[in-house]
């Protein structure tokens, strides 16, 4: 009589299993400093005279209507960024939590690059008070992509 095989598998996307207390703190966290970032792009397109703080600080005051309407943009990716925290933890969000499992590994990747480059800038605004914010929401974006590597186990014969 043959014995089944027991092999580990990732676990299907539709039987994702329920976030841990510790994800759902992780993905609000996370999504509530995008949420912020949101915000700021927002003033900033809206006319705010933040310009110091954003895009290098090239602008100071009120920005160009071209970078304006780069914060605009902006201001929706941190938006779909903080939602797709919230599906990566199983909370609810239009997200899909397919994509989030990949999106919160790139929004990690982008958020320690914005940490650099804010480090970076010659603006002290970007370099004493977006860089280690960024960081921080690096931190937790890792924590939350690190998170929840359930696996299955199936039954072969």
């Not at 071209?66 to 941190?78: G, T």
């Not at 990566?88 to 990747?109: E, Q």
């Amino acid at each position: 009589m043959r014995r089944p095989v027991v092999t580990r598998v990732a676990a299907p996307v539709l039987n994702a299993q329920p976030a841990e207390h510790g994800d759902r703190r992780t993905a609000t966290l996370l999504a509530t400093g995008l949420g912020a970032v949101s915000v700021f792009q927002l003033s900033l397109a809206a006319g705010a005279p933040w310009g110091a703080a954003a895009w290098g600080g090239a602008d100071p005051g009120q920005l160009s209507a071209e970078l304006r309407v780069a914060s605009a943009f902006a201001a929706c990716f941190w938006l779909l960024a903080a939602l797709t925290a919230l599906a990566r933890a199983g909370m609810t969000s239009p997200v899909p939590y397919a994509f989030s499992r990949r999106g919160t590994w790139g929004l990690t990747a982008l958020l320690a690059l914005g940490a650099v480059m804010n480090a970076a800038s010659q603006s002290r605004w970007e370099r004493f008070g977006w860089a280690p914010i960024v960081l921080v929401l690096a931190a937790l974006s890792l924590q939350l992509s690190r998170s929840g590597r359930s696996g299955s186990t199936r039954t072969t014969p």
